[in-house]
């Protein structure tokens, strides 16, 4: 790789801030969950989670510009771990909604809490597979990008308007970075269905329905034990 390609390569690759905040963010809403009967699985995923982390700021501390084959298993373990964590606290969350004992305040709050770090484990799922991963989305050329599991709507943009085009992948040579992917699994657990980006893979749709199946279900519940409440 030459200097002008090295320097071009790193200016498109993407910073690691937007999903590591997001991780923080996660980590912090499963620690204060409210259930007493996940709070070790809590408090170990957190660890876990926090841990994993280290390393990865270590080998990319600004932007994801680098990766070896240990990297990039960390990177793909954080996310199922903080994914498979959730879940565990989904569980926990469906059971004392339909048990009925529990407060009702202190219970949805950590069911909205759930919800969230549902959204962001699935985001970052979608970022760590998707054309493989983020470092080989920022770096490769076009031509060396594994397939993609994605179909964003500046894949498809080249043929509309000329100022449109213009952010197309075509054109602009256009990357997905964690924002779009979080607006994916945002879309797909509120809508409980893709909405702009269409799922290409058979494994991209299976977490799609799986998480909108998990949304759907909270809400369904949620909805039910408000009204409850509120009568």
């Known amino acids: ?51 994993l ?24 373990a954080l996310a199922v771990v903080l994914a498979v964590a959730n879940q565990v606290n989904v569980v ?28 962001v484990a699935y985001a970052l799922l979608f970022w760590e597979l998707d054309r493989g991963g983020p470092v080989a989305r920022g770096t490769l050329p076009r031509t060396e990008l594994p397939a993609a599991d994605f179909a ?13 085009a213009a952010t197309s992948s075509e054109r602009a040579d256009w990357r997905p970075g964690f924002v779009d992917y979080l607006s994916v699994s945002t879309t797909n657990t509120m809508a409980f269905s893709p909405t702009d980006t269409m799922p290409l893979s058979s494994r991209m749709k299976l977490l799609m329905i799986a998480e909108a199946f998990t ?12 009204v409850n409440i509120l009568s």
């Open 215 to 226: 949304g759907f279900v909270l809400l369904a519940l949620v909805i039910s034990r408000a």
């Open 53 to 76: 982390l280290v390393p990865l700021f270590v080998v990319n501390p600004r932007r994801l510009d680098s990766e070896t084959r240990w990297s990039r298993g960390v990177s793909i």
């Open 92 to 119: 926990a969350v469906v059971v004392d909604l339909v048990d009925g004992t529990a407060d009702g305040p202190p219970l949805l709050l950590t069911a909205l809490q759930v919800w969230v770090t549902n959204v």
């Open 152 to 164: 964003f709507p500046q894949d498809t943009y080249r043929n509309t308007a000329p100022e449109v």
């Open 1 to 51: 790789m030459t200097a002008d390609s090295d320097s071009r390569a790193r200016r498109r690759a993407e910073s690691r801030w937007p999903a590591s905040a997001a991780i923080l963010v996660a980590v912090a809403l499963n620690v204060a969950g409210h259930s007493a009967d996940t709070s070790v699985v809590r408090l170990v995923a957190a660890g876990i989670t926090l841990a």
